[in-house]
């Protein structure tokens, strides 16, 4: 029997009777529409949010949350079809128009440009969400330089290119700004994504060395830190390697995407206003207890049978 209390987009066939099948990571566009929020409709009216990643995943869950919370909307990634299709859900299940840049966060001119369409289109910017990024499961000894260098120059340095170009433009008009960074769990380390535990980890004290520079200019900085969500970017990894990061916790399930979604609003709205420096950690506990492992866990890290 299917659960009510479940996201459509996780429930199978055998709850209904049929075959158990397997169906990809992430939450369907009706559930990221119509799951309950825990803030008002308009709690966002008359805000701009900038988000980067905005196409899938994670960054699209918090377009849909700030969508419906009343803020005007732009979203940014590198596949247009991905970004367009975001849009068109919003449009058809939230019933608000967004706008979407296909674009790199890599490039500093496109990051500047982006900047400068959003103040275009919405006449103002409140908080930029640094969502875009990615990695790939590897041994840190085995990456290549191209493959390290891409997920640092995206996750580190792209990010990075939005914070300084959205500082710039609050400092030129005068106005103060909110940015919110996806960061990960990389207090004890990322075994086998080494790449995006250097990058994030390096955001997150970016962040808090900013948030300082940047209070006189009334720009507070945070990050978010979600643990293992249940959201596209899991589709990366082997099946058999996913479904085991619900055990990284001791919690034993994954998080979802809105859960994400909110943390943001909870920083970027009135609730978060004397917050800054700092990071919200969304992880089931997987801070104090657990480790994942994108590759599936070596042999030499088994518990042995009791």
């Not at 990050?223 to 390697?241: A, K, M, Q």
């Not at 420096?277 to 657990?290: A, K, S, T």
Request: aromatic share 8%; charged share 20%; glycine share 12%.
């Amino acid at each position: 029997m299917a659960d009510p209390q479940r996201p459509a987009s996780q429930q199978t066939q055998s709850e209904a009777g049929g075959e158990p099948v397997q169906k990809p990571w992430g939450a369907a566009d009706e559930d990221l529409a119509r799951q309950p929020l825990a803030f008002r409709e308009d709690l966002l009216a008359g805000q701009t949010f900038l988000i980067s990643g905005g196409g899938s995943g994670i960054g699209r869950a918090i377009a849909y949350t700030c969508a419906r919370l009343g803020a005007d909307v732009m979203i940014c990634g590198r596949r247009e079809d991905k970004l367009a299709e975001t849009a068109r859900g919003i449009r058809e299940k939230v019933g608000r128009e967004i706008g979407i840049s296909p674009m790199t966060i890599r490039d500093p001119e496109a990051v500047r440009r982006l900047i400068d369409d959003t103040y275009r289109r919405f006449g103002r910017l409140d908080t930029l969400v640094n969502n875009g990024g990615g990695q790939f499961p590897q041994n840190a000894i085995d990456f290549s330089v191209k493959g390290w260098l891409a997920v640092i120059d995206t996750n580190l340095n792209g990010t990075w290119y939005m914070m300084q170009a959205a500082a710039q433009q609050w400092r030129e008009r005068g106005q103060p700004g909110n940015i919110v960074n996806i960061v990960a769990n990389v207090w004890r380390g990322m075994p086998q994504v080494a790449h995006t535990c250097a990058a994030r980890a390096g955001v997150i004290y970016l962040s808090k060395t900013v948030s300082t520079e940047w209070a006189p200019l009334g720009i507070r900085v945070n990050c978010v830190s979600p643990g293992s969500i249940d959201s596209e970017g899991l589709n990366v990894y082997e099946r058999r390697d996913a479904d085991q990061f619900r055990y990284s916790n001791p919690m034993r399930q994954l998080g979802d995407a809105l859960d994400i979604a909110q943390a943001v609003v909870y920083l970027s709205a009135r609730t978060g206003k004397f917050i800054t420096g700092d990071v919200l950690v969304v992880d089931g506990g997987n801070n104090q207890h657990g480790q994942v492992w994108p590759a599936g866990i070596p042999d030499y890290f088994r518990m042995p049978e009791p």
